[in-house]
């Protein structure tokens, strides 16, 4: 039963990362924005809890190094609409990326 609960979290955090990058690719979301550094921030956190219940030193690896890149992103992302807010400007592509 703690293998399915684990699984269900892993791939949830999977999903999330994924939908995320395929925005981006589909150019619905900015790369460089907040919403795709949460997206990511999120997965990796569901994907780390999943490794609770089934370790993997190389998976571990990699989502804290994802995780620490996306929270670095993510707190970049927050300051910069939160700037731009604060003009009373149109937030930079956070909710769709345009080119």
């Known amino acids: 039963m703690t293998n399915i ?3 269900t979290i892993g791939i949830t955090g999977v999903l999330i990362i994924v939908i995320a ?4 690719q589909i150019d619905r ?3 460089k924005g907040f919403l795709f550094s949460l997206l990511n921030t999120i997965g990796a956190i569901f994907i780390l809890i999943s ?10 690896v990699m989502e804290v190094i994802w995780l620490s890149l996306s929270l670095y992103g993510t707190v970049k ?8 807010l604060s003009k009373n400007e149109m937030p ?3 909710d769709r990326y345009e080119r």
């Open 5 to 7: 609960i684990g699984d």
């Open 21 to 24: 990058y395929i925005l981006m």
């Open 29 to 31: 979301m900015d790369p």
């Open 51 to 60: 490794l609770l219940y089934d370790w993997n030193l190389a998976s571990f």
């Open 77 to 84: 992302g927050y300051k910069n609409q939160k700037r731009v």
């Open 92 to 94: 930079l592509a956070t």
